[in-house]
């Protein structure tokens, strides 16, 4: 299955692999610089594993001086670049090219500061998310994006990605989170956007970066916003006869008013393999569960609960399953949380991330049915369905190439029908080059060339991580 | 400002259309919703002014869906109105600048976007930004673009609806805006110190912050401000809760039990909570006046000795919303607005940005109204303009101070 196009490495740039690892060897340290052929592996994709290149050398830098001297070497020397945090991007946005250096953020790792009063915390870009909310739990804060792989990503690829995850219905995503960055840009140049104070005048660069899948220059030092931990947080697990009626609920419950911290759904393929993997005591006589969070004190949450369950009833809910302790708490997410790997160990998968508007919920959920039925495969919905962003996981036998052609096709025909719904290709793990191709159906080839001209006005020879994002056709012309 | 011959397309192509010929003309084109906030930034000069006037009506409201669409010169009224008929609001609760920039009009959804502007519920909901899902926009070239969508999650490509946010009209003429809109928030009560000095203040309200209750809205009022909020009984120090009335005493106790040391305090009930909040979202203790108004964000915790530290040098009185990292600072007439004293004040206490929203044109035309930024964050921000104005002729100056020359 190679069916993504790459660019063909530029020869030039090849031939001259032992001068340009030698002129970096002399901008970083020795062990800052990894070329050995089986040292370079490990970076020759991303968690897109279907595509691999080995790139021309890794950069690992431990400091923003260092990444501005690799820059500055590689803008001199016409070296594409490619930013890497650690390397979980599921569309390819960190996959390498053979003509190009990787750098990777991964040992710039400290946490530089934590400053409660002012509710920040500075973080060097390879800090993972997970570590910013144990450093400050103790003391009762936390930083809310919360996607799936927070124990491996980084806050560098976070913000390369606009990362959200299942508690963003309430906390938004990375961009809505992200105070400040460090900075360097093509050619060397460090600047500093944004900071603890709110808002900045002038144009919103920090707005632009986050989610430019490193395209505008590599952040090495991130300023986020510190949350106070909510008193309490309560799941209630509800099953229902149907997809539709648990969609319809969805959208019931935040029509009345009512905003949990979050809402999951399930389907019931996705029920089979995720309690078969957790044994999270699911009900197995329905078609589809909600996972609903509310959080506060709990008369707060008594009194939203018992609101959301009237909700539910009115649904025909047929199972309820509130937790009474934390450990039951913690059964009801670790089913949901384990819903890839578990999905993984049945069968290859691919997952879609579309977005569609949540009164479509329904109507996307039943087409997707009849795409995937078409193509005589498998799927599995799980997904954060208070925001609309859908997961559908395609099932299929990676070893099988006229399988693996047709999930692709029939991913392409969900995120279209996703696109055509109202929503759009991708609403968190990024377009990388995996949906590059895909671009033109949710936008004109004039909505592209603006978002092309932005980025050569940071990157104008076109350096930065390359051959990602934009159709390569257009991509190419722009890059000339 | 000179008034100029208004131009009001009544449909997106017209708007193009309009612009097209004017980027091939060298017309220069001054960009306007209602007007309201005409004062604001650098006086500049151009040729004709492109109303968003006649584009207007909500395109698409579904609220279950939490997403409003508007065309841009729909009035926020007529948002208002449709958001609070199904009990919803813009929960970036933007102010009401009339009274604060002393102008008529009919204030814009579209101008709400350009412009950035967030209230109170800023520190807990976010910004106008952060709400913005969705833009349609005219570029410099007379090319209709689309950026965003109109769902809460979105990455799909490079995120132009930020930069639309706070550009002040000088990148693009927006024809239709997607917001996020939240339910609103049931009741509300407020717990008010009083008599903390704006020190003892942005303590209080740190302390309150780093709580789990929930405070939606953290503003400190001196004395004599306060009393303009018809609050008596010295400096007030505001914490806001929001949410089911059940829930807002609960969480009223746990505060007052997270506060030792707090001087005298009391709760004013919703209604005088609403009008004291509205206040100090429409910087009412500093409207109506032609007094120069600095608008100061800073780290919460810098507030105070910012003001403290201009106001040691200069005649004014400030106030603090944001927990403290607002602050309004309003300056006595005669010393022209004293930008090198706010703007080093700033600088010394960890930095931000402190922008003249109000001052006589002759003062304006003569200090950068905005923040200056470094040397290359500047000339990155003057490519992005270019790449998307590559003539030059939206708003022309009116975000980059040109040395106090007016622009041809
Ligand atoms: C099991 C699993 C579950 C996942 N669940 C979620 C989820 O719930 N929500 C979600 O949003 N995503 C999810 N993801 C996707 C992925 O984890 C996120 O996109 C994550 O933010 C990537 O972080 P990373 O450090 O691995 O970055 P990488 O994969 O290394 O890079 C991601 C992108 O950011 C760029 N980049 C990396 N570092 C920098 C930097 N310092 N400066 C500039 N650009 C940079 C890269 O060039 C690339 O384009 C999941 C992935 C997996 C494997
Ligand atoms: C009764 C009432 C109550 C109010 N209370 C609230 C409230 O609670 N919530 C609320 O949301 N707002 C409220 N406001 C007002 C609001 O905060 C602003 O004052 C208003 O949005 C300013 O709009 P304008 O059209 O007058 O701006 P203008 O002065 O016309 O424009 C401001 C800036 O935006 C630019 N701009 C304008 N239109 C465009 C465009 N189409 N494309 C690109 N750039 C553009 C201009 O060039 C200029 O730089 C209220 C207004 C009213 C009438």
């Not at chain 1, 900071?195 to 220059?217: F, H, M, P, R, T």
């Not at chain 1, 962003?389 to 999930?407: F, G, Q, R, T």
């Amino acid at each position: 299955m190679d069916k993504i196009r790459f660019l063909e490495p530029r020869a030039d740039i090849v031939a001259r692999r032992e001068e340009i690892r030698t002129g970096l060897a002399n901008v970083v340290p020795a062990d800052c610089l990894v070329t050995d052929e089986r040292e370079l592996v490990p970076f020759e994709t991303d968690a897109f594993t279907a595509y691999r290149r080995v790139p021309l050398a890794v950069v690992l830098p431990e400091t923003t001086e260092q990444v501005a001297a690799v820059m500055k070497y590689c803008t001199d020397n016409g070296v594409p670049v490619v930013p890497r945090g650690a390397g979980t991007s599921l569309a390819g946005g960190a996959i390498p090219q053979e003509d190009a250096v990787v750098i990777g953020v991964s040992r710039m790792s400290c946490i530089l500061e934590v400053d409660y009063e002012n509710r920040t915390a500075r973080v060097q870009a390879g800090v993972t998310n997970l570590r910013i909310s144990d450093e400050v739990s103790a003391d009762g804060f936390f930083y809310a994006p919360d996607p799936s792989s927070q124990l491996a990503c980084t806050i560098g690829g976070n913000i390369g990605m606009n990362s959200g995850g299942a508690h963003c219905l309430k906390y938004g995503v990375t961009t809505n989170n992200l105070l400040g960055v460090t900075m360097v840009l093509q050619d060397g140049t460090v600047i500093e956007l944004g900071g603890k104070a709110l808002d900045a005048e002038g144009y919103d660069l920090l707005g632009l970066v986050c989610g430019s899948e490193g395209q505008l220059g590599i952040v090495t030092e991130a300023t986020v916003r510190l949350i106070a931990k909510p008193e309490g947080a309560r799941p209630v697990l509800f099953g229902f006869d149907s997809s539709e009626v648990a969609g319809a609920c969805v959208a019931d419950i935040i029509g009345a008013g009512i905003i949990p911290v979050a809402i999951e759904f399930m389907d019931k393929p996705a029920i089979d393999i995720c309690e078969a993997f957790a044994h999270a005591g699911y009900p197995m006589d329905v078609e589809a569960l909600l996972i609903v969070e509310v959080e506060g004190s709990e008369d707060e949450m008594d009194a939203m609960l018992s609101r959301i369950i009237a909700i539910a009833r009115k649904h025909n809910v047929k199972r309820v399953r509130e937790s009474q302790s934390a450990i039951e708490a913690a059964q009801i997410w670790k089913g949901r949380k384990s819903a890839f790997g578990a999905t993984g160990r049945v069968a290859d998968y691919i997952c879609m991330d579309g977005t569609v508007p949540l009164g479509q919920l329904s109507h996307v959920l039943r087409e997707t049915a009849n795409i995937v039925e078409k193509y005589g495969l498998r799927v599995a919905n799980v997904f954060h369905a208070g925001d609309g962003n859908m997961h559908p996981l395609i099932l299929y036998n990676v070893n099988d190439p006229e399988e693996a052609e047709k999930a692709e096709a029939a991913g392409a025909e969900i995120l279209k029908l996703c696109v055509d719904a109202g929503g759009c290709l991708t609403g968190e793990h990024g377009v990388g080059i995996e949906k590059r191709d895909l671009m033109l159906h949710q936008f004109t080839e004039t909505d592209l060339n603006q978002q092309m001209a932005v980025r050569a006005a940071f990157d104008p020879g076109w350096l930065l991580n390359p051959s990602k994002v934009f159709p390569l056709d257009l991509d190419m012309r722009k890059a000339g | 400002m000179a008034d100029r011959e208004i131009i009001a397309p009544a449909s997106e192509a017209e708007a193009a259309d309009i612009i097209r010929e004017a980027a091939a003309s060298g017309t220069t084109l001054e960009i306007a919703g209602g007007g309201t906030k005409r004062g604001i930034g650098q006086p500049f000069e151009a040729d004709r002014t492109l109303s968003s006037a006649a584009l207007s009506g909500i395109t698409e409201y579904n609220p279950a869906e939490l997403v409003l669409t508007a065309r841009a010169g729909t009035p926020v009224a007529e948002i208002e109105a449709a958001l609070g008929e199904n009990g919803q609001m813009l929960a970036f609760e933007p102010g009401d600048w009339r009274g604060l920039t002393g102008m008529d009009g009919t204030p814009t959804v579209g101008a709400l976007a350009a412009a950035n502007i967030s209230g109170p519920r800023r520190i807990s909901a976010g910004a106008a930004r952060d709400a913005l899902l969705g833009v349609r926009f005219v570029n410099g070239r007379g090319e209709i673009v689309k950026n965003g969508g109109k769902v809460m999650k979105n990455v799909t490509g490079l995120d132009l609806v930020k930069l639309m946010a706070g550009s002040w009209g000088t990148l693009g003429f927006l024809t239709e805006v997607s917001f996020k809109v939240l339910p609103r928030t049931g009741t509300e009560e407020t717990l008010v110190i009083h008599g903390a000095t704006d020190g003892e203040a942005a303590n209080l309200m740190a302390a309150a912050l780093g709580t789990s209750t929930e405070v939606s809205g953290a503003a400190h009022l001196p004395e004599g401000v306060a009393k303009r909020v018809g609050l008596d009984g010295g400096a007030a120090t505001l914490l806001r809760l929001e949410g089911f009335a059940e829930s807002i005493a609960v969480r009223l106790d746990r505060l007052r039990a997270a506060l030792p040391g707090a001087p005298g305090t009391s709760v004013l009930d919703e209604a005088r909570s609403r009008s004291a909040w509205k206040r100090v979202r429409d910087v009412e203790p500093f409207a109506g006046t032609g007094r120069p108004l600095w608008k100061v964000s800073v780290a919460p915790m810098a507030g105070h000795d910012v003001a403290a530290m201009v106001l040691r040098e200069v005649q004014g009185e400030a106030f603090f919303d944001w927990q403290g990292g607002l602050v309004w600072l309003q300056l006595d007439d005669g010393n022209d607005a004293a930008p090198a004293i706010v703007r080093e004040a700033v600088a010394k206490c960890g930095g931000g940005h402190a922008t003249l929203v109000r001052a006589p044109e002759a003062v304006r035309a003569s200090v950068p109204v905005f923040q200056p930024q470094p040397v290359p964050v500047a000339a990155l921000s003057e490519r992005v303009r270019a790449a998307l104005d590559p003539a030059g002729i939206f708003n022309p100056g009116r975000m980059v101070w040109n040395g106090g020359r007016k622009a041809a």
